[in-house]
């Protein structure tokens, strides 16, 4: 018996497929609700949200932060992307990751029209998701950060890295408050693969809340001889 078609055809009965936006049946995003989905919010310090050009942490928040920037994709507020966001992490819809990776693309191509990046270079970046524990991983079968952060290198023609390991498993960071979450990330990942000295980061992600998450992996990254690291998430929540 083929387990994994049984499990597909018993979702699709529990979460039929349907646009997120207008409803039309077998697609999760249509092309014309996709073209029609706001992009981006102001580009803002991400903890303190003082506007400035890209998204860069702004000098007072450098001091206290690893991360250079956070690029935001689109509004967790749009009931279409959170709702696709929510689907693909709590109804186990894979497919919806590169849904998501193609508003990160419209998204990655709309600042780069605006001339927003400025001395960033932005191509010089290398792809990295925030990953799950295993546990977390063999519960859910997949990481969607990696799922969108595959899907967003090949399409922006980016290298690809998996430069970090979850060696702990905690409590999931949605049910914490700000302080709780950075007591609870810290110490959760180590730096893993090829030597990364001098290397640009852009760490991808889901959503971001508080930035915890990305700000301990921001750390990890550059004791490990990251020279910039960034961080890409569909939506701030």
């Known amino acids: 018996m083929n387990y994994e078609l049984l499990k597909r055809k018993l979702l699709n009965v529990l979460f039929p497929i349907d646009c997120a936006g207008c409803g039309k049946e077998d697609e999760w995003l249509c092309q014309d609700c996709l073209l029609k989905l706001p992009l981006g919010r102001k580009a803002d310090c991400f903890f303190c949200e003082k506007e400035n050009q890209s998204g860069m942490t702004c000098p007072a928040c450098a001091a206290n932060h690893n991360l250079d920037g ?9 009931r279409i992307v959170s709702g696709l966001i929510k689907k693909l992490k709590y109804s186990f819809a894979r497919e919806l990751g590169e849904v998501l990776a193609e508003i ?9 029209d605006e001339d927003r990046f400025g001395k960033l270079s932005p ?7 925030i990953p799950l524990h295993k546990k977390r991983y063999n519960w859910r079968g997949f990481n969607q950060a990696e799922i969108i952060a595959r899907y967003f290198a090949d399409r922006q023609n980016f290298a690809y890295q998996d430069a970090l390991v979850r060696v ?3 409590t999931p960071q949605a049910r914490l408050g700000g302080a709780e979450r950075r007591e609870n990330i810290a110490g959760c990942f180590a730096a893993h693969g090829e030597n ?3 290397k ?19 750390r990890v990254l550059k004791s490990a001889g990251a020279s910039k690291v960034w961080g890409l998430v ?3 929540g």
């Open 104 to 112: 990160a693309c419209r998204y990655w191509k709309k600042i780069a």
């Open 123 to 129: 191509q010089k970046f290398i792809i990295t998701p």
């Open 168 to 170: 702990k498993h905690k």
């Open 70 to 78: 956070v690029f935001v994709c689109a509004d967790y507020s749009d």
């Open 200 to 218: 640009k980061i852009l760490l991808i992600d889901d959503v971001a809340t508080t930035g915890s998450t990305l700000d301990e992996a921001a």
């Open 234 to 236: 569909i939506a701030k």
């Open 196 to 198: 990364l000295t001098g």
